[in-house]
């Protein structure tokens, strides 16, 4: 198995709104003085604008760009991302439609025994694109520091189980202790020590749990 290391212009009606406020007097020189103000407003206006749009660094909206790919979009939905309370029957998401088949029963007939002891579960994570397990890792090495480091806590995604579709993550904690205690009814099993919700379909329903990983 591979080692999965921890899952400013000057708007134009501010401009006007400057010269309003400016006392209004009747002599010639004034008006001119005025004109010249609007003007120098006017060209400074445009060449920061020029210098915003040659940056890049927003798109007109202002929204951030993507991290690579010049200006695609953030991982969503079709790359795994999953809603609050996702149900392990929610097959019209891909993170849980991309499971592996036995996998996603396994889990489903877990969430119906939870279910009738009155524990609620849910599925945090199922199915991950490479593109989402990347912006995991980014994110991973900025906070830690470095690759090395991150691949403590995130897996590189031609590592990753979820890339797969063969790992889900499970909350709250109350269905992760029920399932770290009855899971293997179902042949699910922790397999990360530092990863209480994350499990794997590692072995026959009613067999023993193999020894899980411990990150070094």
Not at 27 to 49: K, R, Y
Not at 187 to 213: A, K, R
Request: with cysteine; aromatic share 6%; proline share 7%.
């Amino acid at each position: 198995m591979p080692k999965r290391r921890r899952s400013g212009n000057i708007a134009s009606d501010e401009l006007f709104g400057m010269i309003e406020t400016t006392p209004r007097r009747s002599t010639a020189l004034t008006g001119l003085v005025i004109v010249a103000a609007v003007t120098s407003f006017g060209l400074a206006a445009c060449s920061a604008v020029s210098a915003s749009d040659q940056s890049g660094a927003s798109t007109p909206s202002g929204t951030p760009r993507g991290k690579s790919g010049g200006g695609s979009k953030f991982p969503g939905a079709a790359d795994g991302k999953l809603p609050s309370g996702t149900s392990a029957f929610d097959t019209d998401l891909p993170g849980i439609a991309n499971l592996d088949p036995k996998l996603r029963e396994a889990v489903q007939k877990a969430e119906l025994a939870m279910k009738a002891d009155g524990v609620p579960m849910q599925v945090t994570t199922g199915w991950r694109s490479k593109k989402y397990q990347i912006e995991l890792m980014d994110k991973a090495i900025k906070q830690y520091g470095s690759r090395e480091k991150a691949r403590k806590f995130v897996a590189d995604p031609d590592e990753s189980h979820h890339v797969t579709g063969h790992a889900v993550d499970i909350g709250p904690t109350d269905a992760d202790d029920w399932l770290i205690r009855k899971g293997n009814r179902f042949g699910l099993c922790q397999t990360y020590s530092n990863e209480i919700w994350h499990f794997e379909l590692v072995t026959t329903p009613g067999g023993d749990c193999p020894p899980m990983t411990t990150p070094s």
